[in-house]
Structures are given as C-alpha cells and as structure tokens.
T-cell receptor, first 120, second 114 residues
Framework: AQKITQTQPGMFVQEKEAVTLDCTYD???????LFWYKQPSSGEMIFLIY??????QNATEGRYSLNFQKARKSANLVISASQLGDSAMYFC?????????????????FGRGTQLTVWP | DSGVTQTPKHLITATGQRVTLRCSPRSGDLSVYWYQQSLDQGLQFLIHYYNGEERAKGNILERFSAQQFPDLHSELNLSSLELGDSALYFC?????????????FGPGTRLTVL
C-alpha cells in the first residue's frame, strides 16, 4: 500500500484565494511526522510545514496551515491568499517512528505531488 | 536557501562512467540523506548517514555507494552508469535522526547519462 497518497495531480486557484491540497497517509505507528515541501520549476525542495502525530493543534506557518485529521489519516495543506509565486509542485511526506526496521528507518516517504497553478 | 550545498549542479556523462556527487549539510546537522527524483519513480530514498555511520538503506543500487566524512560532508558515488540513472539527486540534512526532525534539502544535482 502507498504510504502517502496525493489524489490531485493538478490544482488551479485564482490569486488571493485559498486552496487545499489533499494528502492521506498510511502507517501503523503511533509516532510519526508529516511534512509538506514545495518544489518550484527551478527544482529545489523547500520545507513548508511540519505536524507531529502527538500535536493536538494544527500546525501553521504564515500563509500555510496543515489540517490534521488523525482518525482519517489525512494531513491536508491549506494555502491562504494564494500568490503567483505559489505556483509549484507540492509534496506531502511522512517519517515513521524510531522502531528498528532496517531500511525504513530514517527515510521520508513522499507522495507523487500536486502541481498547483495560481492564475491572476 | 536551506543551508545545504550540493555540487555540481549539473552533470552530463556517458553510460559506463563513474561520477561523484558532493553534499555539505547545514551547520550543526549530523544526519545526511540522499534521495533520487525521477519522473517514473518519484522521490526515492537512497541512504541515510548519521555522524559518519550508515543508519539506513533504501532503494540504493549496488552500483551506488555513499559515505559521510569526519567533517560531516557526504559523497554519493554512482558507477557503471546507465541511461536510467538520469535523475535529480538530492541531499538533505537534519539536526539528528529522530522522526520529528525536519530534513532540509539541497538544490540537487541533475545527472544526465547519455
């Protein structure tokens, strides 16, 4: 099964509007971290926001917030007041807890990404 | 700027050749991770080093190897290159090796194998 699922290959939003990018995850661990990254066309991966599995409040970083619904295993990214510079690929990622499972320890699992286009 | 540096930015080489990608982590970070990004496979974890020791291996081919040096910089060696090795290779670093530690990515090295 996929660890991270992003079901929206592409999303379009008008400037100044809010947009939600979907992410669901699959883990049996109690301890895990959820991350969102932005990849502009230039290629670099930019960290946006983090949510820990024990955090009771939704994470926020400026115009980014993470809508964390633990029971549904979803971690949607909300971008408020979209800007033209927000046009990029957005990746949801998860890192599982510290149990010694060899090759899975330490890695980030990434979704396939959502291409966001902001239009004026 | 994440503080993670990678060289070179672009690399063009031929099949069968060997290349070395270099990464310097953020100041103070002990963990270094390598990822490969390709259109068909997406972002794939290759290997993780913590303070000079290998901690985890992912989908890393036997033709690939890595190491982390005492000054904490890391190198990824790719040998007997094939066309399918063309990809964007990222290095990331984090303070420690915990599940809550954010991984900060470098700008990547784009490898093209002709």
């Amino acid at each position: 099964a996929q660890k991270i699922t992003q079901t929206q290959p592409g999303m379009f939003v008008q400037e100044k509007e809010a947009v939600t990018l979907d992410c669901t995850y699959d883990t049996s661990d109690q301890s895990y971290g959820l991350f969102w990254y932005k990849q502009p066309s230039s290629g670099e991966m930019i960290f946006l926001i983090y949510q820990g599995s024990y955090d009771e409040q939704n994470a926020t970083e400026g115009r980014y917030s993470l809508n964390f619904q633990k029971a549904r295993k979803s971690a949607n990214l909300v971008i408020s007041a979209s800007q033209l510079g927000d046009s990029a690929m957005y990746f949801c990622a998860m890192r599982e807890g510290p149990r010694d499972r060899g090759s899975t320890l330490g890695r980030l699992y990434f979704g396939r990404g959502t291409q966001l286009t902001v239009w004026p | 700027d994440s503080g993670v540096t990678q060289t070179p930015k672009h690399l063009i080489t031929a099949t069968g050749q060997r290349v070395t990608l270099r990464c310097s982590p953020r100041s103070g970070d002990l963990s270094v991770y390598w990822y490969q990004q390709s259109l068909d496979q997406g972002l794939q974890f290759l290997i993780h080093y913590y303070n000079g020791e290998e901690r985890a291996k992912g989908n890393i081919l036997e033709r690939f190897s890595a190491q982390q040096f005492p000054d904490l910089h890391s190198e990824l060696n790719l040998s007997s290159l094939e066309l399918g090795d063309s990809a964007l290779y990222f290095c990331a670093s984090s303070v420690a090796a915990g599940w809550a530690d954010t991984q900060y990515f470098g700008p990547g090295t784009r490898l093209t194998v002709l």
